[in-house]
């Protein structure tokens, strides 16, 4: 295995922007870096999950994959677009209440993310498989993956926490840049 590869492969995936990351810099701009940190816990242990279930189950999905990645396609587009338009019309002048930085929304998140998705499907296949199918290889490659994309999600919240001011400052501008990026990201799957 080349682990140079695999190791950026890991890091380009989960650092770049993303559906997720996108959430945590939008969510640490409104309600703060704590409200962030919840959303990355849930999308952090979800990820894993997603990770242990292609090693568990990757010859199942690869005969299903053609129907998985259709249906991951539309839902995955679709909530994109419902977060663009929440990150759009967020109320700018006062904070709220809101639901999207919790653990559980950050969890689901996941599950909806075609980024996610397709990586936690190929990432195990395409670089563990091929030269270790043993469940120690699977774990340490799982928990090693599993790591990097916290240290991606706790980036993402650690500079919206350093870039706060100048984000609230100009909050609209932002969250149209968000939302734009999130349609940007939901059109990218069909592309």
């Not at 990645?69 to 967020?90: D, E, F, R």
């Not at 075609?114 to 195990?124: A, E, G, N, R």
């Not at 609230?168 to 990026?181: D, E, G, P, S, T």
Request: overall charge positive.
């Amino acid at each position: 295995m080349n682990l140079t590869s695999f190791i950026l492969y890991c890091f380009m995936v989960t650092f770049t922007p993303g559906p997720t990351n996108i959430v945590i810099l939008s969510t640490v701009q409104n309600y703060g870096t704590k409200k962030a940190m919840e959303y990355t816990y849930g999308a952090t242990i979800a990820f894993g999950l997603l990770l242990v279930f292609s090693a568990m189950l990757n010859t199942i999905l690869v005969t299903i994959i053609p129907k998985i990645l259709m249906v991951m396609q539309i839902i995955g587009s679709v909530y994109m677009l419902y977060l663009a338009y929440q990150v759009y019309k967020m109320d700018t002048s006062e904070p709220a209440v809101n639901q999207t930085g919790t653990f559980m929304s950050g969890f689901l998140m996941q599950f909806l993310n075609p980024k996610v998705v397709l990586f936690t499907m190929t990432v195990i296949p395409a670089y563990i498989m091929p030269h270790n199918a043993s469940m120690p290889v699977f774990t340490i490659s799982v928990i090693a993956i599993t790591v990097i994309g916290f240290l991606a999600f706790i980036t993402w919240a650690f500079f919206g926490a350093i870039f706060r001011g100048f984000l609230q400052r100009h909050k609209k501008i932002v969250n149209v840049m968000m939302a734009m990026f999130l349609v940007y990201a939901a059109i990218m799957i069909w592309m």
